[in-house]
């Protein structure tokens, strides 16, 4: 059984539910406070969906300054799994441990909708136990989910396999379609959908379980790093 | 004729402003000391063609007030600018 | 322009005679301060003067109540040691003049109301009225609105997951803006908004006091604010301050206080809201019969020089009022400042005082400094319970007659009714796509159907397979052609949106939005209206458990349509497997459950109708309310979805009430949701596509005969209209149309209309 | 000394700004015309205690280079303002 870090900013909102889904497929979660500096005893850390220190100035932009933060970035460069789920998402590119920039939605607007995602590449705990080309309908829930990259940075993602979901039909002006995004090893992730709200049909898919199971290390290669 | 325009929309006083609040109570944790008054405020850029200087300020003043911002709660003004 | 200078007490909103009754109370002329605590605690918004006589006709009373209206929220026993807790308001006025932020702090302010009371805050809906789309001003309001209450309510942490949408030039320069927020707690941790133990403190709790909406409950609810024209005049001396919501702060005071409860460190809590820091006090030491001392200058403020009935009156959000022992002020301040929020001690509670006939009443003194000279002095129940309660003359309008003489459902018809039907169809997602729904993991169907339906599980929560099932309903077409009748329909349109779910109503709460409580007609209307509510409750066997009322909705000198809305509550005991929904499938057998013909001697009314008033035809009569009839359908098809959120196999593959716009609009949405047609008998009438009047339902089955058998049993009704399948929708001669066209005129209504504003 | 500074935060060149696009597109039906490159950008205003002014903009730079603005999209730049 794995121990799940679940980090939470002032502001944070979906640390339940991302707590929930771990503890759906047999692990478990627990609680970081955004000031704890250690990291010590984790397998793995969920930066979850909400609106750290209240999205103020630009999502992620004040709680990557959290202490916790430091001790992310450590534990990311030990090879530790860190997942980012919308506003873990972008407090991961503000904190520079993923590439881009999370824009505006292309309409303006909040959206919440079911989306479809292909796997683009499975060189990452997030997408080990999918298939290349595999359709998941899993929900989004952001206002600034348009992923914004340079060219030079968009042609090196893609080379590596960094980009690992891609929209059917893009729902915010997202770059190339982009949905996640990896750093070149793999081990952190950042996704604007919400995997752990399609944990089960009574919720209206059960989707998002192959991408936990992945992150958990339930299936799919033990280490893809050595690549 | 073109000029450059910029429109500064900032909050009335009196009228409470979360965001700045809450950047500058960050500060002092990212190392930041002795900067107060915080406050965030928006700010247009753009291209107005008209007779003249005044003719182009008038026609964005009216478009700040109009569409930029909300008199109850937002103070606008429009100044030339250099691009 | 200005008249001779008033005397204070008419400024501040006060009669004559009101004054003369402080001057009794007291015993000696009140000073400016008392007056202006008076004047906003004695204000229609705070005190109901105008309709609370007649709310008492509501009935309250069931044996799942554990709190029924008064308090902050309404709260049932839902079973399994969960209480849920409901409360609706509105936030009309504010949100007129600055639509972003009067929608947001409208959704603070509910959310408040319901963590007040111990409860998770789980779910917010909207109901939303506008003028319609035919002006730019009219999209400022609905873009505004909308992006408020998903700016506010996204970030704080609570799906919204449905509301109305209604778009009516009744509306045009009054928007309502109507928020109901349900939340649940542990049966055993029901906490009230009471002060009680001499010396306990008073401890305010969140952001600091501004100018914030200063005097705006009692200049926004006692008088109107609109020019002759429409427009918004306000001059500056009547201007509300408009209030900034900060979700951020509110989130971590959600946090923070369900903390405090979760650690039993308070006695009572009370939100702040209209009236702020008065209101507050008062009501807890009222509540608790004891008195309070307030100490002005301890209350941390925003701006320099603010006065002490500003201190006391602003409207300043995100603050909480908790009292707590002083034993516990350790505790509390530390885990106060865990979460970022401010906690000042402002206040104690005091001895009640005996006054010269023995009574003893518990005195709200304002003082400057913690032991300073006592700057206000007034009995806490005279401000929080005892406003003068006034029986407005009432007169049916004149013209009535007249208007209900003027009945369109023998029009011929005019027009291809394609045409009539797709113009008709509108889908709110623009709207709701808008707003978190899936928050919590609750959701299991969501804006967009008949009713939310979530799970009843949340942080703290005792495990429960049970659900709870929401919506909330208005016809304010059917309410100004019989306010008494309309709203009787609503309450049964809204149980049937509840049965759709498979759920059981439990509890009802209601926002009154209506006019000039100063002209007769509106009083008569509203307590028709009142009197309707009390007669479909009764005849339903439903509780009311709260409500508000919203006065003085005028657009340039007119009232609104008196706009009842309510908001139901409903039960599904086992929720394993979601309901069908609108998702038929191909072959499926399409029936009418429930009588065909209305009640009354029309059998298909069309009077007050979506597709009357879009021809301009207001007038007409409505269905009369038979809550026999209506009740005997709603509880044959709940039970029989319940049974499928239960696990058991059915026939059943779809259902859906027939609502607003009619059985043709009924249809065309289940077309247009499954992308699979239909081939339906000619009907009745041509007014049986049109007609609107609840207790019907349109379901599907891949088992007629069975089905059949059962509704039998049970002697309600079923019309066996025709079967699904084909690429068009089609309604014996009457009506065909391409099942594309159903989808993408009802999908892109909304968005065409908005986008052609500029 | 305190110093009143002006933060200004514009989006860089090529950076798609779905705003200023949204306001020019609004402009012809609200009857403005002749108004073009619409860009939105936000602005923060607060007070700094420093040595002197160029302190004071050092500090302000500092500030909006490593928190108000994000290098990967966004151009910062501070200057002394009038209140
Ligand atoms: N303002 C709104 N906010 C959220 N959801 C809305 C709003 N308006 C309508 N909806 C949702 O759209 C669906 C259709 O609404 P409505 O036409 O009022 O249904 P009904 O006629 O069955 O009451 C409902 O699920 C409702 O909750
Ligand atoms: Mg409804």
């Known amino acids: 059984m794995s121990r799940i870090g679940v980090v939470v900013f002032p502001g944070s909102n979906c640390e339940y539910d991302a707590a929930a ?34 999205d103020y100035l630009r999502p992620g932009a004040l709680a990557r300054f959290s202490p916790v933060m430091a001790a992310v970035e450590r534990f990311a460069q030990g090879g530790g799994s860190v997942l980012g789920i919308c506003n873990g998402f972008q407090v991961l590119v503000e904190a520079g441990l993923l590439a881009g920039a999370l824009q505006k939605n292309r309409g303006l607007t909040f959206l919440c909708q079911p989306t ?77 959908p919400h995997p752990e709200r399609a ?21 799919g290669a033990p280490s893809f790093l050595a690549h | 004729m073109n000029y450059f325009v910029i429109v500064d929309v900032t909050l009335r006083r009196g009228i409470a402003d979360p965001e700045g609040a809450t950047i500058e109570r960050a ?12 406050h965030a405020g928006k700010a247009f850029r753009f291209d107005v063609e008209a007779e003249s200087e005044g003719a182009a300020l008038e026609k964005a003043t009216s478009l700040a007030q109009r569409l930029l911002s909300n008199p109850v709660i937002e103070d606008a003004s429009a100044r030339l600018g250099e691009r | 322009m200005r008249s001779a200078p008033q005397p204070l007490h008419r400024a501040l909103g006060l009669t004559d005679t009101e004054l003369d009754i402080i001057r009794d109370v007291l015993g000696r002329e009140p000073n400016s301060l008392e007056l202006a605590l008076y004047g906003v605690m004695w204000s229609e918004h705070c005190s109901y003067k105008s309709s609370r006589m007649h709310l008492r006709r509501l009935p309250t009373h069931g044996a799942h109540v554990l709190v029924g209206p008064g308090e902050n929220a309404g709260v049932i026993d839902a079973g399994d040691g969960i209480a849920v807790a409901i409360r609706i308001e509105s936030h009309n006025h504010p949100s007129a003049i600055e639509p972003y932020q009067g929608a947001a702090t409208g959704v603070g302010g509910i959310l ?62 009054n928007p309502l803006v109507n928020v109901l927020c349900c939340g649940a707690l542990p049966t055993e941790r029901l906490v009230l908004g009471v ?61 923070a206080c369900l903390e405090l409860l979760d650690e039993r460190l308070v006695v009572g809590i009370q939100d702040l809201g209209g009236a702020g820091i008065v209101c507050a006090t008062c009501e807890t030491a009222a509540r608790g019969g004891v008195g309070m001392d307030v100490d002005v200058t301890a209350i941390p403020l925003r701006e320099e020089g603010m006065q002490p009935y500003e201190i006391m009156t602003s409207e300043s959000q995100e603050r909480m009022l908790a009292i707590i022992t002083p034993e516990n002020w350790d505790l509390v301040a530390a885990l106060c400042a865990k979460w970022e929020v401010r906690a000042t001690v402002i206040g104690h509670v005091v001895e009640p005082v005996t006054d010269d006939q023995g009574r003893s009443v518990g005195m709200l003194r304002i003082r400057d400094g913690f032991d300073g000279e006592i700057l206000a002095q007034v009995p806490a129940s005279s401000l929080a319970d005892e406003a003068p309660l006034y029986d407005r003359p009432r007169r049916r309008p004149d013209d009535l007659d007249a208007i209900n003489a003027d009945d369109p459902t023998d029009d011929e018809p005019v027009g291809t009714p394609n045409d009539d039907l797709l113009g008709l169809l509108i889908d709110p997602a623009w709207v709701y796509r808008q707003y978190d729904s899936q928050l919590f993991l609750n959701t299991v169907v969501g804006p967009g159907s008949d009713a939310a339906l979530l799970r009843l599980a949340g942080p703290g929560l005792p495990i429960s397979e049970r659900g709870i099932a929401l919506s909330t309903d208005s016809n304010p077409r059917w309410c100004a052609l019989d306010p008494r009748a309309g709203t009787a329909l609503t309450v049964a349109e809204s149980v049937a949106n509840l049965a759709c779910v498979g759920a059981t109503a439990k ?36 509780p009311v458990v709260g409500g508000n009322v919203s006065l003085y909705n005028e657009s340039g000198g007119h009232d609104i349509d008196p706009t009842p809305v309510v908001g139901l509550l409903g039960v599904v005991d086992s929720l394993v497997a979601p309901p069908p929904g609108w998702q038929w499938c191909e072959g499926d057998a399409v029936v009418l459950v429930g009588t065909r013909h209305a009640s009354g001697p029309q059998k298909f009314p069309l009077g007050g109708t979506r597709w009357a008033t879009k021809r301009g035809r207001r007038g007409g009569r409505v269905p009369e309310f038979e809550g026999e009839v209506l009740a005997k359908a709603i509880a044959f098809v709940a039970r029989e979805i319940s049974q499928i959120c239960a696990g058991a196999a059915s026939d059943v593959t779809a259902v859906h009430d027939v609502g607003g716009g009619g059985l043709s609009v009924a249809l065309a949405e289940m077309v247009a949701v499954t992308g699979l047609g239909a081939q339906i008998i000619e009907l009745e009438h041509h007014g049986e596509l049109f007609a609107e009047f609840p207790g019907r339902f349109v379901m599907a089955t891949n088992d007629l005969v069975a089905f059949r058998a059962r509704a039998d049993e049970t002697g309600v009704p079923v019309v066996a209209l025709g079967i699904v399948g084909g690429d068009a929708l089609r309604i014996g001669e009457t009506i065909d149309v391409a099942v594309g066209e159903v989808s993408s005129r009802r999908r892109g209504a909304l968005e065409a209309s908005l986008a052609s504003l500029g």
């Open chain 1, 21 to 54: 889904a771990v503890e759906q497929l047999g692990d478990r979660a627990e609680f970081v406070w955004h000031t704890r500096t250690d990291l010590e005893g984790l397998d793995g850390v969920i930066l979850p969906g909400g609106f750290a220190h209240g």
């Open chain 1, 116 to 192: 479809t995602l292909v796997v683009s590449s499975t060189s990452s705990i997030l997408t080990r136990g999918a298939t290349l080309g595999q359709e998941l309908v899993v929900p989004i829930n952001h206002f600034s989910g348009s992923y914004t990259c340079s060219d030079e940075t968009y042609n090196e993602l893609n080379r590596n396999g960094q980009i690992v979901l891609r929209y059917l039909e893009n729902p915010n002006g997202s770059r190339n379609d982009i949905a996640a995004v990896a750093n070149r090893l793999g081990n952190v992730v950042g996704l604007m």
């Open chain 1, 199 to 219: 944990m089960s049909t009574l919720l209206g898919s059960a989707d998002g379980r192959v991408l936990m199971e992945s992150f958990l290390g339930l299936t």
């Open chain 2, 27 to 38: 500060l002092p944790a990212l190392g930041f000391t002795g900067v107060t008054n915080v």
């Open chain 3, 112 to 173: 408040r109301d319901v963590f007040t009371m111990g409860a998770r805050p789980l779910a917010v809906m909207d109901p939303l009225f506008f003028g319609e789309l035919t002006d730019a001003r009219q999209r400022w309001l609905v873009e505004g609105v909308v992006s408020g209450i998903s700016g506010y309510g996204n970030s704080v942490g609570v799906p919204t997951i449905g509301g109305e949408l209604t778009f009516d030039d009744c509306y045009s320069s």
């Open chain 3, 195 to 255: 002060a009680s133990g001499v010396g306990n403190l008073a401890v305010l709790l969140g952001s600091s006091t501004g100018r914030d909406g200063i005097g705006g409950v009692s200049v926004l609810a006692s008088a109107g604010f609109q020019g002759s024209d429409g427009a918004v005049s306000l001059d500056d001396a009547k201007r509300p301050s408009v209030q900034v919501g900060d979700p951020y702060e509110e989130k971590r005071l959600i946090e």
């Open chain 3, 507 to 542: 509890a009802v709460v209601n926002c009154l939005n209506f006019g000039n409580p100063e002209h007769p007609e509106v009083m008569w209307q509203l307590t028709e209206s009142i009197e309707g509510m009390a007669l479909a409750c009764s005849a339903l066997d439903l």
